[in-house]
């Protein structure tokens, strides 16, 4: 039999949850599903490629991560598995020359990446991991932060849903129903479907970084924050 090749781990602190996860690199298996994903070149591929990642190697539940939290660890495993910095390629307007092209090759550093924890902005109440809509003066919901959208926008925020309270009294979304879910979203007044819509779109944290770029052409040097994992591997 051939020797069981050891694979090293590491541990992070995610910086939404507080939670401190445990993962592992991406190996060649994992390398490929990323690789036959950017071939394809859809952006829904290349996301789902990514989340599956996430979860193989740290056995995280991607469709119960804060979407900061599922950047910061994919930043994380990304930097241990081929390096802390990671070359890009991004578009450039202001470049001095006409023979120019309109973009740079540049890089990032992963461990200056920091998190923006946009709490002033934030119009929503948090209560543990999740935010609080109101649906009136007694009624209102308890739901997360998520990171899959379902085509369907009910299983969406079903999916991101903790619990529904009426007073002092909360029904943990163990005990709800699906259809009795759909029914009750069907049931809300427009401002407060309203504010549903505002918070799943609502960004909420993000991770920030600065990007080193050079001009391959003019040798123009050009420096920039950039906020998203999209940004970065989309
Ligand atoms: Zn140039």
């Given at each position: 039999m051939?020797?069981?090749?050891?694979?090293?781990?590491?541990?992070?602190?995610l910086?939404i949850s507080?939670?401190v996860?445990?993962?592992?690199p991406?190996?060649?298996?994992?390398?490929?599903?990323?690789k036959?994903?950017?071939?394809?070149?859809e952006?829904?591929?290349?996301?789902?490629a990514?989340k599956?990642?996430i979860?193989?190697c740290?056995?995280v539940?991607?469709?119960?991560?804060?979407?900061?939290?599922?950047?910061?660890?994919?930043?994380?495993?990304?930097?241990?598995?081929?390096s802390?910095?990671v070359?890009?390629?991004y578009p450039?307007?202001?470049?001095?020359?006409?023979q120019c092209?309109?973009?740079?090759?540049g890089?990032?550093?992963?461990?200056?990446?920091?998190?923006?924890?946009?709490d002033?902005a934030?119009p929503?109440k948090?209560?543990?991991?999740g935010?609080?809509?109101?649906?009136?003066?007694?009624?209102?919901?308890?739901?997360k932060?998520?990171?899959v959208?379902?085509?369907n926008?009910?299983q969406?925020?079903?999916?991101?849903?903790?619990?529904?309270?009426?007073?002092?009294?909360?029904?943990p979304?163990?005990s709800?129903?699906?259809n009795?879910f759909?029914?009750?979203?069907?049931n809300?007044p427009?401002?407060?479907?309203?504010q549903l819509?505002?918070?799943?779109?609502?960004?909420?944290p993000?991770?920030?970084c600065?990007?080193?770029?050079?001009?391959d052409?003019?040798?123009k040097v050009?420096?920039q924050q950039?906020?998203?994992l999209?940004?970065?591997?989309v």
């Amino acid at each position: 039999m051939l020797p069981k090749i050891n694979i090293p781990k590491y541990s992070t602190t995610l910086p939404i949850s507080g939670k401190v996860i445990e993962y592992r690199p991406y190996i060649v298996k994992e390398q490929n599903i990323l690789k036959y994903a950017a071939q394809s070149g859809e952006e829904s591929d290349i996301e789902d490629a990514i989340k599956q990642i996430i979860g193989n190697c740290s056995g995280v539940d991607v469709s119960d991560i804060h979407p900061t939290d599922f950047e910061w660890l994919f930043l994380k495993i990304h930097a241990c598995s081929e390096s802390n910095i990671v070359e890009v390629i991004y578009p450039v307007e202001d470049c001095a020359e006409l023979q120019c092209p309109s973009y740079v090759s540049g890089y990032f550093d992963i461990n200056e990446v920091t998190v923006i924890k946009q709490d002033k902005a934030n119009p929503f109440k948090s209560r543990g991991n999740g935010f609080i809509i109101p649906v009136d003066d007694n009624i209102g919901m308890h739901l997360k932060k998520i990171v899959v959208f379902d085509e369907n926008d009910y299983q969406t925020l079903y999916n991101a849903l903790i619990s529904i309270y009426d007073g002092d009294k909360i029904f943990p979304k163990s005990s709800i129903d699906y259809n009795e879910f759909i029914d009750f979203i069907d049931n809300l007044p427009k401002p407060v479907s309203e504010q549903l819509k505002q918070f799943m779109e609502y960004v909420g944290p993000t991770i920030q970084c600065n990007v080193n770029g050079k001009c391959d052409v003019c040798g123009k040097v050009f420096y920039q924050q950039v906020e998203g994992l999209k940004d970065f591997f989309v």
